[in-house]
């Protein structure tokens, strides 16, 4: 005969491996409180996931359910692994793992009976959010792998992480005025520079001089998503949003109002050069249509930013944390005692 | 904490002059293609339409105009337009070389419905044409729709305002 040489992963291959396998089942700790949210995967499709923040730990257990009770369970060690990765779909062999963490739950020897292993990740760092683009994808999961001479046996959760981000200290309004020499001169404002997906947009546009015969006006969200560096850059351009606010012909010294609701439309925080391998970035796009159907434009970029839900800790814990772990510094350690212990006490 | 209510009211803007308002557009352009004549003889022949032009832009100098043109003199405004501007010039209606062949059961190029139909494809072009920003501050231009007659020996130039 001859040996099928397999590859190291999961249930199809049990068919071939003569003797005991097992299946693996990844359980959070406070799995049945804590909050799912939906995020779309690779082909469109939308999944529930647990939500996790930056700094959070992660912990839990992996149930090892042995697939023929009695027989005996061979292993290399088996180990839990916390991964948080890019992957660029026109590089799909490179996986950029930029959290990776390892926790061994046991040493290689042999399971004679299925079994549960607790695991905990403390305080990890998530600087990143989750996000399944046209061209890259960032994820986050937990791998428990149970190794074995011929196959490992492997079984991942992915998890969904949010950056939250505070009110901004500078928030100044864009205000412009655009046109073309002797025909339309237009200025437009939008009340702030920096809005969080749930916000409204607030503006105006001012008509100065109007010589052309204007028939409609629209505002465009667009997202951009760009990959890759130097020579081989990649633009992704996606309108998400297509918002009529004028219908017929302005004057000169007419205003006109926007209100635009951001809740209602799909869209993530901005993202600048995440591990110096893509960007998301917002654009507002004001759009004039005359007559013969011409169009004029002007483009403008927006921030957009995730407001907590809930303040879970109270702020200046989680202040504590974030710069212990980026200063590692003595003053850094005493915020945090002394934050913890202020927390104690209510 | 109560979710604050997103302050969603208008942005201040200065009240419209009432001039503005309810006062004549500054965007007034009409133009107008009409009274299609046959001129000349045997195969010297040609059709000229009569062009109206009324308008309120400062960049026309006369408010209103009338001018006759034929059909190469719009292929030459045209081959001007596209050469000297960054404009996408819009087709002109066809040039029917079918209809001069000989031996045909109607007038060719002078049959009257055959002037209509290019009439009106005239007509679209020149308000596609005489309307977009960066065609409108040609000579060529100005010179077609107001000068008495085209000079094909003139200097391509912009029209400029003081």
């Known amino acids: ?346 | 904490m109560a979710d604050t209510i997103a302050d969603t009211r208008r942005l201040f803007s200065k009240p419209q002059n009432l001039n503005d308002a309810y006062g004549p557009p500054s965007n007034f352009l009409e133009i107008d293609m009409s009274n299609p004549e046959t001129v000349g003889v045997g195969r010297t022949r040609f059709t000229t339409y009569e062009i109206r032009l009324k308008t309120n832009l400062p960049i026309f100098k006369l408010k209103e105009s009338r001018v006759r043109r034929r059909y190469s003199d719009f292929q030459w405004l045209r081959g001007e337009l596209e050469r000297d501007s960054k404009v996408v010039v819009p087709p002109l209606p066809g040039k029917a070389l079918s209809r001069q062949l000989p031996f045909r059961g109607d007038d060719g190029i002078f049959d009257d419905s055959f002037i209509e139909e290019r009439r009106a494809g005239l007509e679209q072009f020149l308000n596609k044409v005489a309307g977009h920003p960066l065609a409108q501050n040609k000579r060529c231009l100005h010179m077609f729709l107001q000068d008495e007659s085209v000079d094909k020996t003139y200097t391509p130039s912009k029209i400029r305002q003081a």
């Open chain 1, 1 to 346: 005969g001859y040996f099928l040489l397999a590859p190291k992963q999961g249930p199809v291959m049990s068919f071939f491996s003569f003797g005991q396998s097992a299946e693996i089942d990844i359980v959070l700790k406070d799995a049945e409180t804590r909050k799912k949210v939906e995020h779309k995967t690779e082909d469109g499709k939308k999944d529930k996931y647990f939500l996790l923040y930056d700094g959070e730990t992660v912990s839990g257990n992996v149930n090892v359910t042995l697939k023929n009770p009695g027989k005996r369970l061979e292993h290399q060690g088996i180990k839990m692994e916390f991964i948080g990765q890019i992957e660029l779909y026109y590089d799909r062999g490179n996986h950029h793992e930029f959290v990776s963490l390892v926790k061994d739950l046991a040493r290689p020897g042999e399971l004679t009976q299925s079994q549960t292993f607790d695991f905990e990740f403390t305080h990890v760092e998530k600087p990143y959010e989750s996000y399944t683009g046209q061209n890259v994808k960032l994820r986050y999961f937990l791998r428990a792998t149970v190794s074995r001479r011929l196959n490992d046996i492997s079984k991942e959760m992915d998890i969904v992480v949010h950056t939250l981000s505070t009110y901004p200290e500078l928030n100044s309004s864009i205000k412009m005025e655009v046109g073309i020499e002797d025909c339309l001169h237009i200025e437009f404002e939008y009340n702030k520079s920096k809005y969080h997906l749930k916000d409204v947009i607030v503006g105006k546009i001012y008509f100065l001089l109007v010589r052309l015969k204007i028939r409609h006006m629209e505002i465009d969200i667009i997202k951009r998503e760009t990959t890759g560096t130097g020579p081989n850059v990649y633009h992704e351009n996606d309108t998400i949003a297509k918002y009529e606010i004028m219908d017929g012909a302005p004057v000169r010294g007419e205003s006109i109002p926007i209100r635009l609701f951001l809740a209602g439309y799909e869209m993530t925080p901005t993202m600048r050069d995440i591990n110096k391998k893509y960007s998301v970035r917002y654009y507002l796009n004001l759009v004039l249509i005359d007559e013969e159907e011409r169009r004029y434009f002007k483009q403008q970029e927006i921030t957009l930013w995730r407001k907590g839900d809930m303040v879970k800790k109270s702020m200046s814990h989680q202040a504590a944390i974030a710069s212990q772990r980026f200063e590692g510094s003595s003053s850094a350690e005493k915020a945090l005692a002394q934050a913890q212990a202020k927390e104690q006490e209510q």
